[in-house]
């Protein structure tokens, strides 16, 4: 039966405007509904997956310009279509339009769906937290948790994490379940004085909050894969000039903290980016080493700051938390096989070990680097920062491992710190209605 798209738009904003609190913001595409009423279901045979910092700080630059516009028109144009689920961070809305045209042309090109964390004037913190994460499909739960403590400028922003659960379709018909998988989204305190160990203590608070809001979604979704990614701020990089797969101790203190768990079953979390490539790869202040003058030559001299030109760091990461009932399997079918054969659920082997929905597999097929170098611009690249990628592959699989019943979601603050200020809005249900549709949801600090 054809489908009224005027009438069910009003039935919609009706709806937003007696139950949406402040700051919260539903949107549906006029092209949301086909005039059949029929939902054009894209099924893809992988997620591409983006993280970035893209350097969209408010009132402030670091040079001559950080060329913030051009930048941001740079990017929708030739790099959202590489990818279909991109988490940004130090995308701040502060004092611009830019996150509103970020959210209407990447909906243009795809991107219905996206989530944010606002600021909060009544908290003292005024200033957002710039992170936002874009779908090509469905958001079924969003869910936040805003730091307790920060200082100097990251002191007055709602620093903190952001998840999304995202579906995504098996089947054109329905016939098989759909995949779901949890992004979270993250930026800490970043470190202005390498010589005050301030800024690691507020680091090591964040991971710690963090860690039990991770510890909160797996035990909600345990048959669901999450996966973390963001700007640690937290240097890999032992040695600056050498690429080396050996990390730096506030790196291992970092992993260490984020794999501390109450539940026995949590298997381990794994950084996609240094696995695969083998070493940790410079992601700011990236510099290169002339073989004729031994010196190192910065990539970018015009976003990045002097005094970080060859820092050669690595501070983006991605990391990935197998499914709950998947290690159990693991444990299971290794019981019954040789030392020699034995899977350890510790050791994850890229693009052979999958993660996986009731009837599909998730595999990890690449995970690299993005520069995003550019040509014919006052700017050279996209950002002070490259951004890191993973791409996962979908198959058919069958592992024969039970799942574990969920825990329900709750409808009150879903995520509930004992901190009052870290209570986050996540009352108003989410009700796609396709793939199609414009979907906005916006946190506000309570």
């Known amino acids: 039966m054809p489908v009224d798209s005027v009438l069910v738009r009003r039935i919609v904003k009706f709806w937003n405007k007696i139950t949406r609190k402040p700051g919260a913001e539903y949107l549906m595409d006029e092209n949301a509904i086909s005039a059949t009423g029929k939902e054009q279901v894209n099924v893809p045979k992988a997620i591409r997956v983006l993280s970035y910092n893209v350097f969209m700080r408010p009132f402030v630059k670091t040079n001559k310009s950080d060329y913030k516009d051009a930048r941001l028109s740079v990017f929708i144009r030739e790099q959202l279509d590489n990818f279909d689920i991109i ?3 130090e995308m701040f809305s502060l004092g611009s339009n830019r996150m509103k045209t970020l959210k209407k042309q990447s909906a243009l090109k795809g991107f219905p769906f996206n989530v944010t964390l606002s600021g909060s004037w009544s908290s003292l913190k005024p200033i957002d937290s710039g992170l936002i994460i874009m779908s090509r499909y469905p958001i079924l739960e969003r869910d936040a948790i805003v730091f307790k403590k920060g200082r100097d400028i990251d002191g007055w922003a709602n620093k903190g994490a952001l998840s999304a659960l995202i579906q995504i379709p098996t089947s054109a ?24 160990p301030i800024y690691l203590e507020l680091q090591v608070a964040q991971l710690k ?6 510890d909160f979604k797996h035990k909600q979704h345990p048959n669901v894969p999450i996966i973390l990614c963001g700007d640690f701020n937290i240097n890999a990089r032992a040695d600056p000039a050498v690429d080396s797969i050996h990390p730096s101790s506030s790196y291992s203190q970092m992993v260490d903290l984020i794999n501390i768990s109450n539940n026995p079953n949590q298997p381990h979390w794994k950084e996609l980016i ?18 004729n ?3 190192w ?12 030109y060859i820092d050669r760091s690595r501070l983006d990461y991605m990391f990935y938390l197998p499914t709950t009932q998947l290690a159990q399997g693991r444990r299971h079918s290794d019981a019954s096989s040789t030392s020699s054969e034995r899977i350890e ?36 690249q996209l950002s002070d920062h490259f951004g890191i990628s993973t791409t996962f592959s979908i198959t058919n ?8 019943e969920e825990q329900p979601v709750t409808r009150g603050p879903v995520f509930v710190s004992n901190e009052p200020s870290l209570r986050l809005d996540s009352r108003t249900p989410i009700t796609p209605v396709g793939n199609n549709s414009l979907i906005n949801m916006d946190f506000k600090q309570e």
């Open 87 to 89: 988490a940004l961070q």
């Open 173 to 196: 018909d329905g016939s098989t379940p759909d995949l779901k998988f949890i992004v979270v989204t993250t930026h800490l305190q970043a470190e202005y004085d390498v010589k005050n």
């Open 209 to 214: 909050e963090l860690r039990t809001f991770l």
């Open 274 to 291: 240094s696995e695969k490539l083998g070493y940790h790869p410079q992601t700011f202040g990236v510099a290169k080493l002339d073989e």
């Open 293 to 295: 003058t031994q010196e």
């Open 297 to 308: 030559k910065p990539y970018d001299t015009v976003l990045t700051h002097s005094v970080c």
């Open 345 to 380: 659920t510790d050791a994850l082997v890229l693009d052979t070990t999958p993660t996986y929905g009731p009837n599909m597999m998730l595999t990890v097929a690449e995970a690299k680097v993005q520069p995003f170098f550019v040509k014919g611009h006052a700017f050279t």
């Open 397 to 404: 699989g069958n592992p024969h491992v039970d799942l574990i």
